[in-house]
């Protein structure tokens, strides 16, 4: 049976591609599971892939990863990147590992969104590619171990 990679998204997430295409590409979250589906089963893995804009759904659903033994969570947090401890500690308490990803990349717009609790625990980072941000951490869940 092909591993799964969760990949999980938080606030406004939902909204992509309807607002702000500069910043954020004209893509939308469909877009980015179809395309994500497509190399996930050239690499024979599965991709869940959810939106919420309720913190608790997040930390909930990285539980949830570890307990069905998915492969890696790619996370975009969204605002909640730069807000959650309790993003931080579910992170931290879990043995699944997480992969930080971001469209824009954040060390380059405003001061608050330089902070990142998800990073500070999360494997690796991978942010400033838009869409392909996605598809390049699906690339590094698939290496690992
Ligand atoms: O660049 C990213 O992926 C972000 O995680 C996006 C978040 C932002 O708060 C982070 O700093 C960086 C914002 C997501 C908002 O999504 C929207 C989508 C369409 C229209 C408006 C907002």
Excluded: C
């Amino acid at each position: 049976m092909a591993a799964t990679v969760f990949v999980l998204n938080g606030p406004n997430l939902n909204l992509l591609g309807t607002r702000e295409p500069d910043i954020y590409g004209a893509d939308t979250l469909d877009d980015i599971a179809g395309m994500l589906e497509d190399r996930a089963r050239e690499l024979d893995l599965e991709i869940d892939l959810r939106q919420s804009n309720h913190e608790g759904h997040l930390v909930d659903w990285l539980h949830e990863a570890q307990a069905v033994g998915a492969r890696a969570v790619l996370l975009n947090a969204a605002a909640f990147t730069h807000t959650s401890v309790a993003l931080l500690d579910a992170i931290k308490a879990i043995r699944t590992p997480v992969i930080e990803v971001h469209l824009s990349n954040p060390h380059t717009r405003e001061g608050f969104r330089h902070k990142s609790f998800v990073g500070m625990a999360a494997h690796g980072t991978i942010a400033g590619f838009g869409p392909t941000s996605y598809l390049l951490a699906l690339e590094a869940a698939a290496r690992l171990a």
